[in-house]
């Protein structure tokens, strides 16, 4: 008998073979975000990627330079005719990848991205006379920190509009099947055992009803800024200019971006707001995660059947499988996202004495938090989106549990004061499957008022629901 072996297999392709893959970028990637789901998060690149943070720091310097030559009480800046700041803004609007290179090869010489930036922009400005004894005041008196918390906020309200109309495309859709389905009556679970019925609608209603919440509440957060320097006390302003107001300048910067101005900082801005919002959409991810386990869950007992696409396979080797693979994806993207997140909450609001520089690693994978959690809403509303409510399945469910009315009958028992009511039909349907007969066989000997008595007699599990239709219609 021979024996066989198995070739060595390398995991890294040789340089022909690297080369010849190098027009599929993407099957390279590290991350997921970047590679498989890539086209999925378009909307979040220019924000958040590399790219995405020069471009805010191009925003943020371009427009404190523009400041301050608003600012009369700086004699060395003077105030710009509309060409020139109208070049100066081109600078921010059209910033290009080439751009971001010619930036990112700066850095290579000073090892710092942020005066990279700076540099560049001082290049770019040469070419304007109006600024030519004036291009120190690019970046005057800022230390890295400013830009970078300044253009972090402006990224963070960007991306948060992103997620934000994201979930509300998903909350309406959760809407309208809480209308639709808002009387089609459903076995409620508790503790995985049947409980007193609800309607398919109101269920809907309840996720509807936390994310809106949720939803407040990340839109709620605060952004903060602030603009005071290497220790946050103005100290290189007032060495230069010791006579302005510069809590006051500074503070019309701030606003006038559209963020609310921090006036007791350490060297950095320290990320308290941008905790608050992580909390905020981690929150929002727990209850889509909730919402998700439910929705599969109901689709396991066949409430709902999902929509058929042509040519997709549900196993390799099982051909009837038809798998809940979006609210999955949903499911585990968001418990990426919200590890991240948690961890931003709990980490960037903590510096060593005035600066250490943990939070600057922590602070760039800021978008890939947001694009786990828009690539999970996106997968959840695409299952949403294939979802047919199974109306006999679930009616079967409930014709099948009589003994559900019994929380129905001992409570009308109590109002009217008959013995023990509760232990009464605990004896009668604890454990045991009961028939509409023999419920009703019960209900005929009870002494309570006929007219009373005759609505018991004619109730069934579907109309025991309560007010679950009209909350389910009302949200």
């Known amino acids: 008998m021979t024996e066989t072996t198995c070739p060595t297999v390398s995991l890294f392709p040789n340089p022909e073979v690297q080369e010849s893959l190098s027009p599929h970028a993407a099957l390279f990637a590290l991350s997921p975000l970047d590679g498989r789901y890539a086209e999925k998060l378009d909307a979040l690149r220019p924000i958040f990627s590399e790219f995405g943070l020069m471009h805010a720091r191009v925003c943020v310097e371009v427009a404190w330079l523009l400041h301050l030559a608003a600012t009369p009480e700086i004699a060395e800046v003077p105030p710009l005719d509309a060409a020139t700041r109208a070049e ?59 830009i970078n918390n ?23 859709a959760l809407r309208a099947m809480a209308h639709t389905h808002a009387d089609l009556a459903m076995l409620s679970r508790t503790h995985g055992q049947p409980a007193s019925p609800t309607t398919l609608g109101k269920e809907f209603a ?68 941008i905790a608050e919002l992580c909390d905020a959409v981690a929150r929002v991810n727990t209850v889509v995660i909730d919402a998700a ?57 903590i510096s060593r004495l005035q600066r250490d520089l943990t939070d600057s690693t922590v602070l760039r994978n800021l978008g890939v938090a947001f694009g786990h959690t828009l690539l999970a809403l996106d997968s959840f509303a695409r299952g949403l989106g294939k979802l047919d409510v199974d109306a006999n399945v679930i009616v079967a469910d409930l014709d099948d549990a009589w003994e559900l009315l019994g929380e129905a009958v001992q409570t009308v028992m109590r109002r009217y004061g008959l013995p023990n009511p509760y232990e009464q039909l605990k004896a009668l349907t604890r454990g045991q499957k009961i028939t509409a007969e023999r419920l009703r066989a019960f209900i005929a000997d009870l002494p309570l008022p006929e007219p009373v008595k005759n609505r018991l007699l004619a109730m069934t599990p579907h109309d025991y629901t309560g007010k679950a239709s009209e909350l389910a219609r009302r949200i």
């Not at 000073?110 to 005066?115: A, G, I, P």
């Not at 038809?322 to 919200?338: T, Y």
């Open 88 to 146: 100066v803004e081109r600078l921010a609007r059209e910033f290009s990848a080439a751009d971001a290179a010619r930036i990112k090869a700066i850095e290579r010489e000073t090892n710092h991205d942020v005066k990279a930036v700076e540099y560049w922009l001082k290049e770019r400005l040469a070419a304007l006379p109006a600024l030519a004894k004036a291009k120190e005041f690019v970046h005057f008196a800022c230390t890295s920190e400013d």
């Open 150 to 172: 300044v253009a972090h906020a402006l990224m963070l309200a960007s991306g948060r509009n992103v997620v934000l109309a994201r979930l509300d495309a998903v909350i309406e």
């Open 206 to 273: 309840n996720i509807v009803a936390r994310l809106e919440k949720g939803r407040a509440a990340i839109a709620a957060v605060t952004l903060t800024a602030k603009f005071n320097g290497a220790v946050g006390n103005y100290n290189a302003h007032t060495a230069a200019y010791p006579e302005l107001d510069w809590e006051a300048i500074n503070r019309r910067f701030i606003e006038s971006l559209g963020l609310t101005f921090n006036p007791y900082t350490i060297q950095i801005e320290p990320h308290d707001a």
């Open 293 to 349: 386990r439910d929705i599969w869950t109901y689709i396991s007992l066949g409430y709902f059947r999902q929509r058929l696409k042509a040519g997709e396979v549900g196993s390799s080797t099982m051909p009837h499988k038809v798998n809940p693979i979006d609210f999955e994806n949903a499911e585990g993207n968001l418990g990426v996202a919200n590890a991240l997140l948690r961890h931003f909450a709990e980490k960037l609001p």
